[in-house]
């Protein structure tokens, strides 16, 4: 379908902290789960609901609204999604969460898949796959991949930066689905990192380097 760029300010204050070359590991981590979360809030604007009675305060019946029932799978690309996780979770406590392990050959620049292991009844679940950087799109296209291949129908993208180059290569292989970013960077490097960017988002989410 397309891409989103949320032009929230929070949201735009909080991608510019993260580009910082001194930042620590802890305010990475912090800001990345945040803008996990404000990015879900997006995402998920336009949610089903239906009406429902309950018993409110004063034990009168009173009605209200509730989501309709919508199954959603959490989807983070190995290692660095998983630093998104805890802000979409926070939104979505009650999500499955299906787990897709790949990294990007530093060489080739594709992706070598090590993992998968899917939520249950998956082709009944609206999938929210999360991860930091969207550079080429290998890793995407790939995740994306594996997912339809087990039926799975609504997929939708929650990244923080993703390159031009990333975005037209997973909506020309999958243009079904729908991306939302904190940013859409100028382009990639020789080396496939995107700038300006930040770098990379698995090493500074874990520190390794
Ligand atoms: O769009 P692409 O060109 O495929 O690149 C993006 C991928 O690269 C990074 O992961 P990486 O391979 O560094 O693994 P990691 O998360 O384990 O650090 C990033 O988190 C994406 O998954
Ligand atoms: O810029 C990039 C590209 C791929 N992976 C990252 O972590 N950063
Ligand atoms: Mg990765």
Same mark, same amino acid.
């Given at each position: ?29 912090? *800001? ?9 809030? +997006? ?5 089903? %609901? +239906?009406?429902? +009675? ?27 999604? *998983?630093?998104?996780? @805890?802000? /979409? ?12 392990? %790949?990294?990007? @050959?530093?060489?080739?620049? +594709?992706? /070598? ?45 929650? /990244? ?34 995107? %700038?300006?960017? *930040?770098? @990379? ?9």
């Amino acid at each position: 379908m397309t891409i989103h760029v949320i032009k929230h300010p929070l949201i735009q204050h909080k991608i510019g902290l993260m580009r910082a070359a001194d930042i620590s590991t802890k305010d990475f981590r912090e *800001l990345a789960n945040e803008l996990g979360n404000l990015l879900t809030y +997006e995402a998920t604007q336009d949610l089903e %609901l +239906e009406d429902a +009675e309950i018993e409110g305060w004063n034990n009168s019946p009173i009605n209200v609204q509730r989501l309709k029932g919508k199954k959603i799978t959490i989807v983070p690309i190995l290692r660095a999604g *998983l630093g998104m996780m @805890d802000g /979409v979770l926070q939104l979505i406590p009650s999500a499955k969460v299906s787990v897709v392990g %790949l990294y990007r @050959d530093e060489e080739t620049l +594709e992706p /070598v898949p090590y993992y998968e292991k899917f939520a249950g009844n998956i082709d009944e679940r609206m999938a929210l796959v999360i991860d930091p950087m969207l550079a080429t799109g290998g890793s995407m296209v790939a995740t994306l991949d594996m997912l339809k291949k087990h039926g799975c129908k609504e997929i939708r993208i929650l /990244v923080l930066v993703a390159a031009p180059e990333g975005v037209k290569r997973v909506l020309k292989a999958h243009p079904d689905v729908t991306i939302y970013a904190a940013a859409q960077d100028e382009r990639l490097n020789e080396h496939g990192y995107i %700038l300006p960017g *930040l770098g @990379d988002a698995g090493d500074k989410i874990f520190g390794t380097k």
